[in-house]
């Protein structure tokens, strides 16, 4: 470790309790994505009491502040997500949300590292300036609640950052950082590790439509939507030997539930799921495939199906320079032996990093500290220090490495780095191009059907 690492260390020891309070306090408030009030009023308030100016997105959660060092240079983005999930069987629920995939402690880290960088000599040989953000929304959930957003004009996309993004959070940002905790075993002895990247998504809503009549009595003059959405899920699993490996395809269809009684044909059944994929061009042949086997399910009962897709997360392509230096910082903070960056592996989750990668260099690395499941109920927090205070000791060294020297590392990882979209702008609209709502099947007064189920 150098003296300025030894410096930092210092600086994040100095306000670690700070730390530790806020990831219990951020734990016991949680909230899902663009509700997450509570998080931001509580983060607003520690981040003006350190002396930061910030500026707030309004009318859903998520703020930043610029950090400047007082020299021309790149700027850096340090992210904090904030958003829980709805987990209601999970013992610690409140309100039936658990932050069960450990949002919170990206926040607690972020606010750890605004406290450091108010230390003395905190900023001392960097350039250019460090932005801290919190996000809201990564989960990419609650599609009708979104979807009712979307149409009170309130967001324009489902996913935090690249709503934020259209926002013109990103505007002037050079390169972006961001640490999620992860649930290696302590028997691992793995402090921190990270992947080549992650699958990006599709979000899909499928409301099949039926007819209701008594189940027992006229079931004849009923359509059962439920069995529809059933043939639709057959039709979907029979598609999957069609999945080629490379694409990394994920679709996993959940019923949202039926509104009906067990004496009622159901006439409607909404599914919703992820079209998940590594890159955008697989994400959308392979959705093209789904929406023609729900459109033909739905034809074979009689019924209909109404699609909604809209975008999700881009695919998120870790900068491998950037990977490497920041595995580089992890391995002078907690040794090289306690550090796994496998620069051959990818996440089939999503992330809406992903659309931060799109168009700047990135690298969301995993601090490890959290047990049990992620997403799951059995989800726990228990490394405070590895999760949070070593996280932002190794943000703070990256952003070091990054800045110091007249950001000369920074410098030539963006001018290496070619943008998938010349502009965050150029992103939104791509990105937008994606949404379709349409009545996949039509009939006529005959009987005859017509299929419409693509806009791409
Ligand atoms: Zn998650
Ligand atoms: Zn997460």
């Given at each position: 470790m150098t003296n300025r690492q030894q410096q930092i260390v210092n600086n994040v020891d100095a306000i670690k309790q700070l730390i530790y309070d806020s990831e219990r306090w951020l734990w016991a408030h949680p909230q899902t994505g663009f509700t997450e009030w509570d998080a931001n009023t509580y983060l607003t308030e520690q981040f003006e009491a350190l002396g930061y100016t910030l500026t707030q997105a309004g009318n859903v959660p998520g703020f930043y502040t610029d950090i400047d060092t007082g020299k021309p240079g790149p700027t850096l983005v340090i992210m904090g997500e904030l958003d829980a999930l709805d987990i209601a069987n999970h013992p610690e629920s409140v309100n039936g949300m658990t932050h069960c995939c450990g949002h919170h402690a990206q926040a607690a880290a972020l606010l750890g590292i605004a406290a450091a960088l108010k230390q003395p000599g905190a900023l001392d040989g960097m350039c250019g300036k460090i932005r801290l953000m919190t996000v809201p929304a990564e989960e990419m959930i609650q599609l009708g609640f979104r979807e009712q957003l979307r149409k009170d004009g309130i967001i324009t996309f489902f996913a935090g950052k690249i709503e934020l993004m259209k926002r013109g959070f990103f505007d002037g940002v050079d390169i972006a950082v961001m640490v999620h905790g992860n649930n290696t075993a302590p028997e691992a002895n793995i402090d921190f590790s990270c992947t080549a990247g992650n699958n990006g998504c599709i979000m899909k809503t499928l409301k099949?439509?039926?007819?209701?009549?008594?189940?027992?009595?006229?079931?004849?003059?009923?359509?059962?939507?439920?069995?529809?959405?059933?043939?639709?899920?057959?039709?979907?699993?029979n598609l999957r030997e069609t999945f080629q490996e490379k694409d990394i395809i994920r679709f996993h269809p959940v019923a949202m539930g039926v509104n009906c009684a067990v004496n009622i044909i159901p006439d409607e059944l909404v599914l919703e799921s992820h079209v998940r994929a590594k890159t955008l061009a697989a994400i959308e042949f392979e959705n093209k495939k789904l929406n023609r086997a729900m459109a033909g399910a739905a034809l074979s009962m009689g019924a209909g199906v109404e699609i909604s897709d809209r975008p999700g997360h881009s695919p998120a392509f870790h900068d491998p320079t950037?990977?490497?230096?920041?595995?580089?910082?992890?391995?002078?903070?907690?040794?090289?032996?306690?550090?796994?960056?496998?620069?051959?592996?990818?996440?089939?989750?999503?992330?809406?990093?992903?659309?931060?990668?799109?168009i700047m260099p990135g690298v969301q690395?995993?601090?490890?500290?959290?047990?049990?499941i992620v997403h799951g109920i059995d989800f726990q927090v228990i490394d405070v220090e590895k999760l949070c205070v070593n996280s932002a000791k190794a943000q703070l060294f990256v952003a070091d490495a990054l800045l110091s020297n007249d950001g000369a590392t920074a410098k030539e990882i963006i001018a290496n780095y070619k943008p998938a979209y010349p502009s965050p702008q150029a992103l939104v609209e791509t990105v937008d191009r994606l949404i379709m709502d349409k009545d996949a099947v039509i009939y006529d007064a005959d009987g005859n059907a017509t299929i419409d189920f693509q806009n791409l």
């Open positions: 099949f439509k039926g007819r209701s009549a008594h189940a027992g009595g006229y079931p004849h003059l009923g359509i059962n939507a439920q069995y529809a959405a059933m043939l639709g899920m057959q039709a979907a699993n950037l990977m490497k230096l920041a595995e580089d910082c992890c391995g002078d903070l907690v040794g090289a032996d306690r550090v796994s960056f496998d620069y051959n592996a990818w996440m089939s989750g999503t992330t809406d990093f992903g659309d931060v990668t799109q690395f995993f601090a490890s500290g959290e047990a049990g």
